[in-house]
């Protein structure tokens, strides 16, 4: 499931944010992360929870806690 799918389905009361989203996948947003890329920009939304809630749903789909996905994101910011 993409990422936008995922927000609209998860946070109907915000689907207009949600429809923001670009359509890429959590492995995608991952990568984005570890890499240092521009997270909002590749999400194409800039919102901090929003940021938040995906970091969250990928922190479930990694089988971590969300502070090792947020640590990572924070370490790799350029």
Do not use: C, H
Not at 33 to 53: A, F, H, K, L, P
Not at 54 to 69: D, H, I, N, W
């Amino acid at each position: 499931m993409n990422i936008r799918k995922f927000y609209i389905e998860t946070y109907p009361k915000d689907r207009d944010l949600g429809k923001q989203l670009r359509p890429i996948s959590f492995g995608r947003l991952y990568r984005a992360i570890q890499e240092g890329e521009g997270v909002y920009g590749t999400m194409g939304v800039v919102d901090s929870v929003v940021r938040e809630r995906l970091f969250l749903e990928l922190a479930e789909q990694l089988g971590v806690k969300y502070k090792v996905v947020y640590k990572l994101w924070l370490d790799n910011v350029k």
